[in-house]
């Protein structure tokens, strides 16, 4: 059985303060639920999220805008980032731990590295710098095998510009349909 702590001052921050209720409700669930891993970025359905908190789509919604807002945590394509997930639970430390710590940095996709750059290099202040220390340090070009266990270099920044420029052109097409109508 797995444990997550969460530390009794996590009550006096006042950023958790200024949080709605179901805001702080969903923070508390992202931080203890079975999904989440080591790293505190993990892959899980909003349909999951809502079957568990039994938060409505507009609950949801909200608390994930006003998480979001206040550099709690992101979403992205079906991945979260608990971004400061290390200050309540040290699992980048201890020699089994850390393995394990790295390991799971290790499998999260390229693309996801990215987004998690991206959004340290706009300004987020994290409690711990483990994971900006491996994404932006150790990430400049990662080691990726590919299907055939060969290995490939990859560049995080050119990544990064290849969602910008594939959500640009995302945006671009959706208002030439909308314009359309």
Same mark, same amino acid.
Request: proline residues 1%.
């Given at each position: 059985m797995d444990t997550r702590v969460i530390k009794t001052k996590f009550w006096q921050d006042e950023k958790i303060q200024s949080l709605s209720c179901n805001s702080v409700y969903l923070f508390i669930y992202l931080l203890t639920c079975p999904y989440i891993n080591k790293t505190g970025i993990f892959e899980l359905s909003a349909n999951y999220i809502l079957l568990e908190t039994k938060l409505s789509l507009e609950e949801f919604g909200k608390a994930k805008k006003e998480l979001s807002d206040n550099k709690k945590v992101f979403f992205f394509n079906g991945w979260i980032w608990v971004v400061?997930?290390?200050?309540? =639970?040290?699992?980048?430390?201890?020699?089994?731990? &850390?393995?394990?710590?790295?390991?799971?940095?290790?499998?999260?996709?390229?693309?996801?590295?990215?987004?998690?750059?991206?959004?340290?290099? %706009? &300004?987020?202040?994290? %409690?711990?710098?483990?994971?900006?220390?491996?994404?932006?340090?150790?990430?400049?070009?990662?080691?990726?095998?590919?299907?055939?266990?060969?290995?490939?270099?990859?560049?995080?920044?050119?990544?990064?510009?290849?969602?910008?420029?594939?959500? %640009?052109?995302?945006?671009? =097409?959706?208002?030439?349909?909308?314009?359309? %109508?």
């Open positions: 400061n997930a290390l200050k309540h =639970n040290r699992y980048d430390v201890g020699k089994l731990t &850390s393995i394990g710590f790295r390991k799971e940095l290790e499998n999260i996709p390229k693309n996801i590295i990215a987004w998690c750059k991206k959004l340290i290099n %706009s &300004s987020i202040e994290l %409690s711990d710098t483990t994971i900006a220390e491996y994404i932006n340090n150790k990430t400049k070009t990662i080691n990726n095998k590919t299907k055939k266990g060969k290995e490939e270099e990859i560049n995080v920044d050119k990544v990064i510009e290849d969602m910008d420029n594939e959500k %640009s052109d995302k945006e671009k =097409n959706g208002l030439k349909k909308g314009g359309d %109508s």
